[in-house]
Structure formats: structure tokens, C-alpha cells
């Protein structure tokens, strides 16, 4: 019950899965949460100190129920990495309610809810969140009106947190990533997309599921127990460079 406790959600895939293993790696134990009970299971299996709990993150009883259960069953919570989103990309006009409150559920209404939810343990521990963000919610993008209002409104929230619970030496950050090579994103890119942010990122690549991971560590850490309600976009120097013309760098 010594060892510290880091509770992931999104866990079953991508940058949360990826995270998970990085706190693995460093003796933590982990509450690897998801809503997809087989990925998350495939996920989980051989994972020592790793917890796996189901859950829908959008939904405050089965959040309720799950924090409940990482407490009994690992005492404690040190870091929370709220990971869990959606995404649903489509032009305004035909973004009805139902596709923009799907969106907003996961990515605005489940980190309040978990972030509620694990205070009092946080308190406790005084511990640290990491909210996942997205680059799409520092500069606006085509096709992204609710998931990147979802994420903007995410980094503004994190602020709230910082402010309120800060006195009791509970941290909170936002990680913004950039475009990362997960298996979704090169899914659904064409190489014109990927050419395309090839040229407008600085370091002229894709970010890592693993290079996203080793950010929202350093933010869950002693490393950085001076900062708090801050936003980092760990994106190649995306954000940095605005739109510009990618024809004048060559």
C-alpha cells in the first residue's frame, strides 16, 4: 500500500496504454481504466501492479463505482491522467446536438466527473492530474468544432483545478499532444495529410505514444512539484508556428 497509485483512464490503448506502462515501469501501480472491457483486458494481461476496471467515464455512477473500487482495492491515488476521449470530426453544418453532446461527454464531462471524483484521495496523497488535451484545442482547425471546444474547454478547467486545489498541494496540468502516430491517426491519414504536417511541424515528424507518456510522467512527479495549472503542448513546435506557409521553410 506504500507504493504510489496512478489511475489512467483511456488505458486500453494509445497514450493512456502507453502511459500506463511508463508508470509500471517505475513501481508505480495502476488502475487502467476503460470503457472497452476486451482491450482493456488484452491491454492489461501480464501487466504486474496493473488494475483493470471498467468504465464509462461520461456516466457519474459508474465513475463513482470505479473509484470506489480502485481505493479498496489499491488504497490510495497519487496521480490521476484523466486520457479518455472521442472523436468525431465533421463540418459545423452537419455537427448535430447528439454528435456534439457525444463528444462533449467523454472529453468535458468525464475529466470533471473523475476529477471530482478522486479528490478527496487526492487531498490526501497530495497528489497530482494530468489532463489530456489536444493541439486542436490551442488553434482552431477545420472539422474539429466539438472535439476541440471539448479540449479548449479542458485546459480551462484544469486552471480551476490548479486555483482550488492547490492548498492542499494537489497539482494540476493539461499535455497537449500534437499530431502522434497511433494507429488511428494513420488509419484515417492520407500521405497528402501527412505530407502536409510533415511540413508545418518543426521537427518535421509525428510524436510518439511513448514521448506523450514521458511528458504527463514528468508532470505526475516530484520533478515537478513547483508546477501546477499549466498547459503543454508536446507537438514538435506545431502550435509554435501558427498557420504560416510551409513553401517559405525550404
Not at 517505475?26 to 487502467?32: F, L, P, S, T
Not at 508546477?227 to 503543454?232: F, K, N
Not at 504560416?244 to 525550404?250: I, K, T
Request: proline fraction near 4%; glycine fraction near 10%.
Amino acid at each position: 500500500m506504500t507504493r504510489p497509485v496512478a489511475l489512467v483512464t483511456g488505458a486500453a490503448r494509445g497514450i493512456g496504454l502507453a502511459t500506463a506502462r511508463l508508470f509500471l515501469d517505475d513501481g508505480w501501480r495502476v488502475a487502467m481504466v476503460d470503457r472497452d472491457a476486451p482491450a482493456l483486458d488484452a491491454a492489461a494481461e501480464g501487466l504486474e501492479g496493473a488494475l483493470p476496471v471498467v468504465c464509462d467515464v461520461s456516466d457519474p455512477v459508474q465513475v463513482e463505482t470505479m473509484v470506489a473500487a480502485v481505493l479498496a482495492s489499491l488504497g490510495r491515488i497519487d496521480a490521476l491522467v484523466n486520457n479518455a476521449g472521442v472523436a468525431d470530426f465533421g463540418p459545423i453544418a452537419e455537427h448535430d446536438f447528439a454528435r456534439w453532446r457525444a463528444v462533449m461527454a467523454t472529453n468535458l464531462d468525464g475529466v470533471f466527473l473523475v476529477s471530482q471524483a478522486c479528490i478527496p484521495a487526492l487531498k490526501a496523497s497530495r497528489g497530482a492530474i494530468v489532463n489530456i488535451g489536444s493541439i486542436s484545442g490551442l488553434r482552431a482547425s477545420t472539422l474539429r468544432v466539438a472535439y476541440g471546444t471539448s479540449k479548449a474547454a479542458v485546459m480551462h478547467l484544469t486552471r480551476q483545478q490548479a486555483a482550488e486545489l492547490g492548498e492542499w498541494g494537489v497539482r494540476a496540468n493539461c499535455v497537449c499532444p500534437g499530431p502522434v502516430r497511433t494507429r488511428l491517426a494513420m488509419a484515417v491519414h492520407s500521405p497528402e495529410i501527412v505530407a502536409a504536417y510533415h511540413d508545418a511541424i518543426p521537427l518535421n515528424r509525428y510524436g510518439s505514444e511513448a514521448e506523450i507518456a514521458q511528458a504527463i510522467r514528468f508532470l505526475c512527479s516530484d520533478a515537478a512539484s513547483y508546477i501546477t495549472g499549466q498547459v503543454l503542448a508536446a507537438d514538435g513546435g506545431f502550435e509554435a508556428t501558427g498557420i504560416g506557409l510551409p513553401a517559405l521553410r525550404r
